[in-house]
């Protein structure tokens, strides 16, 4: 579907166990919604994945045979031929791959599909949506027939770019959240939301509005993402784990509310998932999904 990590690793191009993965920056002003756009080739190595809750937002022109998405546990998967709308989860994501998948996508920032969707993000909030939903079926239709026909990935990354740059629209209150997320991110989540709403000057009602409207969730839940995903990238699969130091490094009260919050962001204890990247690591090493997806056993 897409490169894992919440925020993209740009490889400009790279052939990974069977995938090929190109990727690139878009310019100004695009590169303040989106971290990278990239082209996805190849073999999933599992025919399903479990995406943790991440601080992004994807978008994905599919480009090969429909694929699927779980949006939560008690939600029957759904098919996406066309491609996918994602916005900031707050659960965790089941992806169930076709045996080769090929797409054009982006992994956005939280902030950034706002300029792009028709509706408020909260609307679309752990419900991801088809791309025909937010842009219409002619329109998806005609990009995906010029991207079939084009010479190679990096004119398909300009045909998608192109794209985003026509559709790109004035959006109320985004230099507020966009200001806000960024001393989140800064921070690893470990802000008081009291302390972002005193210094953007604005009441603790109309911060997590234009947060819902503009991310699709709060800033507490954001922030509880980022926290959760500094401690995630903290793990060392390969070594040995200080739990304790690995929770109270991302600035978890203690080590219960840590695997407490493990728990629900990937339905994983902290052992288990460190099991699971273990052997991911084994069967698959050095593979590009390593590091952020996880096998949906």
């Not at 969707?117 to 995906?144: F, H, K």
């Not at 959760?228 to 690995?246: L, N």
């Not at 490094?249 to 990937?266: I, L, P, W």
């Amino acid at each position: 579907m897409g490169h894992p990590a919440p925020c993209a690793l740009v490889v400009p191009s790279a052939m990974l166990c069977g995938v090929e993965y190109v990727s690139r920056v878009p310019r100004p002003p695009l590169d303040g919604l989106i971290d990278d756009l990239y082209y996805l080739d190849g073999t999933p190595p599992y025919t399903r994945l479990t995406l943790p809750p991440m601080p992004a937002a994807l978008l994905i022109v599919n480009l090969g045979p429909a694929f699927r998405i779980r949006g939560g546990t008690d939600i029957e998967m759904a098919e996406y031929a066309d491609g996918c709308v994602v916005t900031t989860p707050a659960r965790a994501l089941e992806f169930g791959y076709p045996p080769r998948t090929r797409s054009v996508g982006a992994h956005v920032k939280p902030w950034g599909l706002a300029p792009f969707l028709p509706m408020p993000a909260v609307e679309l909030c752990d419900r991801p949506v088809t791309i025909e939903q937010v842009w219409g079926r002619a329109s998806v239709a005609e990009l995906r027939d010029r991207m079939a026909t084009a010479a190679g990935p990096h004119e398909m990354l300009t045909l998608f770019e192109d794209e985003l740059m026509r559709r790109l629209h004035e959006t109320d209150g985004l230099g507020l959240v966009r200001h806000t997320s960024g001393v989140l991110a800064a921070t690893g989540g470990a802000v008081a939301i009291g302390d972002l709403r005193v210094a953007a000057g604005v009441s603790s009602t109309h911060l997590a509005q234009r947060f819902k409207e503009l991310v699709g969730v709060t800033p507490k839940r954001l922030a509880r993402t980022w926290r959760f995903t500094a401690a995630v990238f903290a793990i060392d699969p390969a070594g040995p784990i200080d739990w304790g130091e690995i929770a109270g490094g991302a600035g978890y009260f203690d080590q219960a509310h840590f695997g407490h919050e493990f728990r629900e962001f990937t339905g994983f204890t902290p052992t288990r998932y460190i099991e699971v990247r273990r052997r991911f690591m084994r069967e698959h090493p050095g593979h590009m999904f390593d590091g952020w997806p996880l096998p949906a056993d």
